[in-house]
Each structure stands twice: as structure tokens, then as C-alpha cells.
């Protein structure tokens, strides 16, 4: 399982960055152009992925993230896990939130 967390550039512009070491190297190819993220109620978020070399390997998630976001009230400094059905290359990822 993969623990990261959310960062906030503006009040509304939150971010999501896969680090591609690790976890995301296992499971996500660097050609993936389309994410579904799958939470802890079972809603589906279309999303985009675009991996990034620049100015480390990760992968900025986009698209639909957005109003996942919107919809599930997370704010900056939110920790999510995420996991994957399997060791390969994945077009859907698995998360929920992290309550203290």
C-alpha cells in the first residue's frame, strides 16, 4: 500500500503527485493516460495521468480528481491509501481516506 497526501497550491486548486519510485513503479506503466480512482464508497472517478520527469519521475493526476475532491470535502494535508488489484499495469486504483 502506497500512504500519500494531498497538496494545495491555491484555496481552489488541490493536487495529487504519484511518486513513480516505489509503489507507482509497480503497478502503473509510464504510458497510462486514463486513471479510475475507486474510494471507500465505491464511487468511480475518471481521471487523467501524465507521467512527469520534471523535476522528479511522478505522475500528476488530473481530470476528474477534481470534483472527487469537490465531492468527498478533502482538504490540504488530507492522507489517502491507495492500492491496486495487482502488481502490473493498471487502469484502476483503489483509495480512502485516513482518519486519525
Not at 502503473?28 to 475518471?46: E, F, M, Q, S, Y
Not at 481521471?47 to 478533502?74: E, N, Q, W
Not at 492522507?79 to 486504483?93: C, F, I, R, Y
Given at each position: 500500500?502506497?500512504?500519500?497526501?494531498?497538496?494545495?497550491?491555491?484555496?481552489l486548486?488541490?493536487?495529487?503527485?504519484?511518486?513513480?519510485?516505489?509503489?507507482?513503479?509497480?503497478?502503473?506503466?509510464?504510458?497510462?493516460?486514463?486513471?479510475?480512482?475507486?474510494?471507500?464508497?465505491?464511487?468511480?472517478?475518471?481521471?487523467?495521468?501524465?507521467?512527469?520527469?520534471r523535476?522528479?519521475?511522478?505522475?500528476?493526476?488530473?481530470?476528474?480528481?477534481?470534483?472527487?475532491?469537490?465531492?468527498?470535502?478533502?482538504?490540504?494535508?488530507?492522507?489517502?491509501?491507495?492500492?491496486?488489484?495487482?502488481?502490473?499495469?493498471?487502469?484502476?486504483?483503489?483509495?480512502?481516506?485516513?482518519?486519525?
Amino acid at each position: 500500500m502506497y500512504i500519500g497526501s494531498l497538496a494545495q497550491l491555491s484555496p481552489l486548486h488541490i493536487t495529487w503527485e504519484l511518486a513513480y519510485n516505489g509503489f507507482c513503479e509497480l503497478i502503473l506503466d509510464r504510458r497510462t493516460t486514463a486513471l479510475k480512482l475507486v474510494d471507500d464508497c465505491g464511487n468511480k472517478w475518471d481521471c487523467t495521468l501524465i507521467f512527469d520527469s520534471r523535476p522528479y519521475p511522478h505522475f500528476p493526476v488530473g481530470g476528474g480528481f477534481h470534483r472527487m475532491i469537490l465531492a468527498r470535502r478533502l482538504r490540504d494535508g488530507c492522507h489517502v491509501m491507495v492500492g491496486a488489484p495487482g502488481v502490473g499495469s493498471n487502469d484502476t486504483l483503489y483509495f480512502r481516506i485516513v482518519r486519525y
